[in-house]
């Protein structure tokens, strides 16, 4: 039932690993976006898919690697991770096209990182 | 550079009272306009908008007010109730369609009491 769901809900892993969050949504949705919550609450977008293309993406360390298999699914893949990585990372999706539903967003309930 | 700001990180209301919730922008080109809340361990979940073109919007205990001048939104809840703790954010965006992006506030915790 659940509309945007995300795995794992956590993890915690060594400085230096490779991890990657799986995202994916029932909703019918063209549009998935990946943020990320830090230390300081701010929610930042990093990257958004429509249709399995990208079309926004942030100022992001390119050890972070999106990667939409269909338009349902949005994982992302992390390299080398840091200690700054940690933080908890949200997925969404939204309806896309040019209505201003198109801003609403589904979030799924985040993956918290820890990076020790 | 906060873009959208939120700064009053808390506020405690008693309940059936009214719950005032501000934030404000700096970027001219934001056209619309989002609360979020959000419980703790789940992600956030769409409230209520307001389209630059408006002053208002309401929907049951909720209405959000715009002041295009003043760059400001606020977000009333009437009467306020327990099951409204959470932390509300307040964001924005400047387009519409697959390149919309919304910005973030850090958030204000809401704590009702009984």
């Known amino acids: ?18 991890k990657s969050i799986k995202c994916e949504q029932n ?28 079309i926004i993406n942030e100022t992001v360390p390119n050890r972070f ?17 840091e200690l700054g990585d ?8 939204s309806q896309g096209g040019l209505t201003l539903g198109a801003n609403v967003l589904t979030f799924g309930a985040g993956s918290r990182l820890t990076v020790l | 550079d906060q873009q959208v700001k939120q700064n009053s990180p808390s506020l405690s209301v008693q309940e ?18 989002l609360w979020y809340k959000k419980y703790p361990a789940e992600g956030p979940t769409f409230l209520i908008s307001i389209s630059s073109i408006k002053d208002k919007n309401e929907d049951g ?32 965006s400047a ?11 850090k958030g204000i915790t809401l704590s009702v009491r009984p």
């Open chain 2, 16 to 33: 059936g009272r009214i719950s005032i919730l501000n934030c404000d922008y700096t970027n001219s080109m934001f056209d619309y306009f």
């Open chain 1, 27 to 54: 909703l019918g949705h063209d549009t998935m976006y990946w943020y990320k919550q830090d230390s300081k609450k701010f929610l930042k977008i990093m990257f958004s898919y429509n249709n399995k293309e990208l």
């Open chain 2, 61 to 92: 205990r909720f209405t959000v007010f715009l002041n295009k001048s003043a760059k400001h939104l606020s977000l009333h809840i009437v009467p306020s109730q327990p099951g409204d703790s959470a932390v509300y954010f307040c964001a924005a």
């Open chain 1, 86 to 93: 940690s933080a908890v990372y949200f997925c969404a999706s």
């Open chain 1, 65 to 81: 690697s999106p990667k939409s298999p269909d338009k349902a699914h949005l994982n992302l893949h992390i390299n080398s991770l």
């Open chain 1, 1 to 18: 039932d659940t509309a945007v769901s995300q795995t794992p809900k956590y993890l915690v892993t060594q400085m230096g690993n490779d």
């Open chain 2, 95 to 105: 387009f519409t369609g697959a390149n919309s992006k919304l910005t973030f506030g």
